[in-house]
């Protein structure tokens, strides 16, 4: 994504309302809303993105039969939110 618009979807405060799209029933929806967190996470922006709602939440997309969701939110996990993790572990 350019940095330009990545930075002006933060600052107008898009990413809480992309966080929101999760809550979506459209499948598609959360499945886009998960990419564009991905695209939008920057260390500015890590905290929020990988703040415990959304890790609450990841976790439960990756435990859904949708193997679509399932995965998308597994590496949501994995390649986003491991330093979180192992933070929070220790702590």
Known sequence: M???????IVDNGG???VIN??????EETVL???T??????TPQTQDE????????CM???AAS?????????????QDYCKRTHSQQKRD
């Open 15 to 17: 990413l809480s309302l």
């Open 21 to 26: 799209c999760l809550s979506s029933s459209n």
């Open 32 to 34: 886009s809303a998960i």
């Open 65 to 77: 039969s949708n193997s679509r969701l399932s995965n998308l939110a597994r590496v949501f996990l």
């Open 2 to 8: 350019d940095k330009e618009i990545k930075q002006h």
């Open 59 to 61: 976790e439960k997309f």
């Open 49 to 56: 993105i990988t703040s415990q709602e959304v890790v609450e």
């Open 36 to 41: 564009t967190l991905m695209f939008l996470t």
